[in-house]
């Protein structure tokens, strides 16, 4: 890790006065289509601290989106990419190949879930992830539709937004959107009408009557799903869901697919989120917390399907670069050294602990309707209190309060209602609580 101290320092206003020039510049010369959740400019950071370019130091409780979770200048991922910077930059694997990338793809079949034979093929973003598996899915099924969920978040390319489920800001003017892709619903508890305890049984059997009925299973090539929703809202189905689907996607020759770009790799106190109902998908999606901050993604799933494709049809000219390979060796050195698992399950025990007795505090839990998430992947939802009407303004009033006294904290949520911690896994259990503490003194600021 760089040697930032690790504690928080308030100097100037937040974004202080270098942030301002520098943002002026940025209005001017960067699209406004690319908005920021904080306009302070960054100088350097590593373990939980974001330093920025006026000497203020920042609690970071977002991790880049849920990306650095060894740090933003872990010491190995810098090592072993620094080392491969200077050997060399890029070859382009379909031209001459290079060992990280097949090392890579070695360490992903042994730390995905299942004991089948498993191949992998690398990519640079998420979003190139999730469209790669559509196509191998497409390409073992000769099927063409493709079933994702209410709340999906799967990301920005043309294919992506279609299977994204939130129209503003993500799709909002950019149509028309990619055919063949079906949205059924998802068990999402804390809304579910007749409760959390009926979530998983009912919205299962909903969402297969509606394949069933509106599709047909048989043209279903994929069924994608994120084992605990990110964008959406840090929605962990109701318990029975995810089993359910699996099970029919295997009953009717259906790839089904885990998106776990962002609550993979340790996020959720498992190397993948969906270990916790011991679901073994055919294909699993990653990206974001693999690589320690450089571009890396993933598709990994059962030898036969991934050599469905026929060679040639996959790649990319950067896909899994040799830089962000040693970064990954890197990254997943450090999960398996620090035991970055058992980390993310203590800062869900403290996070939960603490959020829940503010909540307790309040009046029939005031503004907090919910407190959820698993691991390092934490979030409150909040309402009018006395309802579950979801309140966006205070979430944002509650953001804002944060951003001044030096927390990094970022919002999302369907109803943009929901307030979502994703601290790197390495920040100290001090600078956790200190982080608690301020949103603890920004609830008495709403
Ligand atoms: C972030 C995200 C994506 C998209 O990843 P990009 O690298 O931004 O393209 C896809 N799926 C999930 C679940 C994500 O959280």
């Given at each position: 890790m760089s040697d930032i101290p690790q504690e928080r320092r308030v100097?100037?206003?937040?974004?202080g006065p270098k942030s301002v020039e520098l943002q002026a510049r940025r209005t001017a010369a960067v699209a406004a289509g690319v908005g920021s959740t904080l306009p302070v400019f960054t100088a350097r950071a590593g373990g939980g601290i974001i330093e920025d370019v006026d000497g203020n130091r920042l609690i970071d409780f977002g991790s880049g989106i849920a990306v650095t979770s060894v740090g933003a200048s872990a010491e190995a991922v810098v090592r072993r990419a620094s080392a491969q910077l200077a050997d060399f930059?890029?070859?382009c694997f379909m031209v001459t190949p290079y060992e990280g990338y097949v090392e890579v793809c070695e360490r992903l079949a042994e730390l995905t879930p299942g004991d089948h034979a498993k191949k992998s093929a690398l990519f640079n973003s998420g979003a190139e992830a999730v469209e790669n598996a559509v196509k191998i899915a497409r390409a073992y099924t000769k099927r063409t539709a493709v079933v994702v969920f209410d709340h999906g978040y799967h990301g920005r390319t043309n294919l992506t937004m279609a299977l994204t489920s939130k129209n503003m800001p993500y799709k909002q003017g950019f149509g028309p959107f990619a055919p063949e892709v079906y949205r059924v619903p998802v068990a999402y508890g804390y809304r579910w009408p007749t409760g959390p305890e009926n979530a998983g049984a009912e919205a299962s059997a909903q969402a297969i009557d509606e394949i069933t009925k509106q599709i047909g299973a048989e043209n279903v090539a994929a069924i994608i799903i994120e084992p605990v929703l990110g964008e959406g809202?840090?929605?962990?189905?109701?318990?029975g869901f995810l089993p359910a689907i699996a099970r029919f996607a295997k009953d009717n020759g259906i790839v089904f697919v885990a998106d776990e770009i962002q609550s993979g790799f340790c996020r959720t106190g498992q190397w993948f989120a969906c270990e916790d109902e011991g679901i073994v998908p055919d294909l699993i999606t990653t990206a974001k917390g693999i690589a320690g901050g450089l571009p890396l993604s993933a598709v990994t799933g059962r030898a036969e399907i991934m050599d469905a494709?026929?060679?040639?049809?996959l790649g990319g000219t950067y896909g899994g670069n040799p830089v962000a390979c040693a970064g990954a060796l890197g990254a997943i050195e450090t999960m398996r050294e620090l035991d970055l698992n058992a980390r993310a399950r203590r800062i869900e025990e403290v996070m939960k602990g603490r959020l829940e007795e503010m909540r307790a505090k309040l009046p029939n839990g005031g503004v907090i309707g919910d407190v959820r998430g698993r691991g390092a992947m934490i979030a409150i939802e909040l309402v009018k209190p006395g309802t579950k009407d979801p309140d966006a303004a205070a979430t944002a009033a509650l953001a804002k309060a944060c951003h001044a006294e030096g927390l990094l904290v970022l919002t999302c949520g369907t109803y943009g209602n929901v307030l979502r911690f994703l601290p790197p896994l390495v920040i100290g259990e001090d600078l956790l609580n200190e982080g608690l503490d301020i949103i603890e003194r920004a609830f008495a600021t709403l």
């Open positions: 100097l100037t206003a937040i974004p930059t890029h070859t809202g840090f929605i962990e189905p109701a318990k494709a026929h060679s040639g049809g």
